[in-house]
Nanobody
Framework: VQLQASGGGLVQAGGSLRLSCVAS????????MGWFRQAPGKEREFVAS????????YYTDSVKGRFTISKDNAKNTVYLQMNSLKPEDTAVYSC????????????????WGQGTLVTVSS
């Protein structure tokens, strides 16, 4: 499975961005997809995830009520709608996928795309 993320950019605090991640290859085996982020000097952290079949979603507490993860199975695409962005959301956002489980840890995902930079100015 190959993943291609896009949609990052520079936005002012309070603004919105939508990230997209397109999966290709053995997409019929997908079980879950997720978004992670890594800020400068910090470890990669979980943001949100969604199960490919039932659409079950998980969010880290800091983005609940502001971010929404969704999917379009026909397009093999997962989205991350980010509203009310804060400077602390600044990070490189990466999408990930797995064909066996739906987890919230980095180790839960076997496939990773390249990151897309999100910068939120104050």
């Amino acid at each position: 499975v190959q993943l291609q993320a896009s949609g990052g950019g520079l936005v002012q605090a309070g603004g919105s961005l939508r990230l997209s991640c397109v999966a290709s290859g053995r997409t019929s085996s997908l079980y879950a997809m997720g978004w992670f982020r890594q800020a400068p000097g910090k470890e990669r952290e979980f943001v949100a995830s969604i199960s490919w079949g039932g659409g079950v979603t998980y969010y880290t507490d800091s983005v609940k009520g502001r971010f929404t993860i969704s999917k379009d199975n026909a397009k093999n695409t997962v989205y991350l709608q980010m509203n009310s962005l804060k400077p602390e959301d600044t990070a490189v956002y990466s999408c990930a996928a797995d064909d066996r489980r739906h987890g919230i840890q980095v180790s839960s995902y076997n496939y990773w795309g390249q990151g897309t930079l999100v910068t939120v100015s104050s």
